[in-house]
């Protein structure tokens, strides 16, 4: 790994910094949105965001990686690989759910938006994500901070000892 | 507002894109997350996040201007100024604990995390966020896509007649 400002914020004690430096930057939250709503191939990532072929192909070999997305052969043409995202990278839905209504609802500049994230069930937008309690109480922005975890045998331990 | 690149991102109907542009740039996450977690003197953010003087100026500049942090009078001091989440900023919690339990879950690297996000009524840890659809059926990666907003009266179109 690189040296450097970056790598200092990876190691913090804050998933939040370590997301971030996953990810990459915000750049690659629209190249993750993209295999999301289906691009796979390179020209596909690239006609969509109009990025520099070099910078777009370090970010996703960023991505890769990262283990954020995979590459795979291309069916249709088995000489070119294709970009997939792996179950680390799907899991990424809740941040793009949670930028999207964000942005929705506190960036409606320059122009109403004309799309929304839906339910591909039944075409209705999702409900509003909300930050709840283990008990379902709605947690709103006052309501958390960081502590320290409590070394009660944690999920992280148990995995380790099933696999033992 | 500056034209370029990053402009052409902010212009684009995705809520994503402009959440990333109003946002700003990663470490401008982590200063939000200071300002959650405390943080409201120019000292204090750059005591936690190590940035040099005039680079932190200009982030927290860019948050007060994008409406995310507001300045007031520092009851302390009050020839300074001290910094405080709008609640625009407030929202962008969901964000927050998105972006911390996925890195929670998936970057793991370089060594346990010692905190946690918890509910401060309790401190226990809060649920996984979970999107879902209107009627609380969960929305995994697979369930969700971006489609034109059908136009019936929009939520936001209410909001402006209720205004009138």
């Known amino acids: 790994m ?10 913090a004690d804050c998933a939040i910094a370590r997301s971030v430096q996953v990810i990459g930057d915000w750049w690659s939250i629209l190249l993750i949105r993209e295999a999301f709503i289906g691009a796979q191939r390179f020209n596909e990532f690239q006609k969509s965001l109009g990025l520099a072929k070099n910078i777009l192909s370090t970010r996703l070999k960023k991505l890769v990686a990262e283990g954020i997305l995979r590459t795979e052969p ?13 179950r680390k990278g799907e899991q990424l839905h809740v941040v793009l759910v949670a930028l999207w209504q964000w942005g929705e609802e506190f960036c409606p500049e320059p122009f109403e938006l004309t799309r929304e994230i839906v339910d591909v069930r039944d075409g209705e937008p999702l409900a509003k994500l909300r930050p709840a309690a283990k008990d379902g109480r709605v947690i709103g922005p006052r309501d958390f901070t960081l502590a320290d975890i409590r070394r009660k045998p944690s999920a992280t331990s148990r995995r380790r000892a099933a696999k033992v």
């Open 2 to 11: 690189v040296k450097g400002k970056r790598t200092d914020l990876a190691d």
């Open 74 to 86: 291309d069916p249709a043409q088995p000489a070119y690989k294709r970009y997939v995202l792996t």
